[in-house]
């Protein structure tokens, strides 16, 4: 099969997400200027450097009651800051009910029935208990072809991780689980690693 996306797919669902698989899941936490919580998860999401450490997300479509994009871009384009939280798998409930498309002056940490503490370096919340939390502040917004979509970037200005995540020196995914978005409504965990030597090491 080969399709040209302006002239469309023909297939019950867009393949398109589908084919990036898997992607790792920005839980995103912000604040906004008066105060107010967010929680939101993003799959177009990945680092992009070492030195300093940088991420990237990416904010598609828009919602009614805010003239731009989403909460989290709303919020990053007040305050310049966000962290984002890694998802483990026992999470993930937690996680789909932050994926509503709630009023931006609901807290989705409270409707998830998560705790938050404050980021060490940004004036900014973070998920107790994640795994690993990024600390960030923006960097640039990208706007993208198409309407509402952006890319946006920050230089990480700290990190936590949770003690027992951290086994023989090594931050080990497999103690707990990391949730992959697979595209649809399709998830994955990863639950087994293997290594491979570069020929150069």
Request: charged share 25%; glycine share 8%; proline share 6%.
């Amino acid at each position: 099969m080969f399709y040209e996306p302006k002239d469309g797919h023909g297939l019950p669902h867009n393949p398109f997400n589908a084919l990036i698989t898997p992607r790792p899941i920005a839980w995103v936490s912000t604040r906004d200027a008066n105060g107010v919580r967010n929680l939101a998860p993003y799959s177009f999401f990945n680092g992009t450097s070492y030195t300093p450490p940088q991420v990237m997300f990416a904010s598609t479509g828009t919602k009614s009651d805010q003239p731009e994009g989403k909460d989290s871009l709303a919020n990053i384009r007040e305050t310049g800051v966000f962290c984002i939280n890694i998802v483990e798998e026992t999470m993930r409930d937690a996680m789909n009910v932050s994926t509503t498309g709630f009023d931006k002056d609901v807290d989705e940490f409270e409707r998830a029935g998560l705790e938050a503490a404050q980021c060490d370096t940004i004036d900014c919340p973070r998920l107790v208990g994640a795994p690993a939390s990024m600390e960030c502040r923006m960097t640039q917004i990208v706007e993208q072809l198409g309407e509402n979509n952006f890319i946006i970037m920050g230089e990480v200005t700290g990190i936590h991780m949770r003690d027992d995540c951290i086994v023989d020196g090594i931050f080990d995914v497999t103690t707990f689980r990391p949730l992959a978005r697979l595209g649809y409504r399709d998830y994955s965990v990863v639950d087994n690693t293997f290594t491979l030597a570069r020929p150069d090491d």
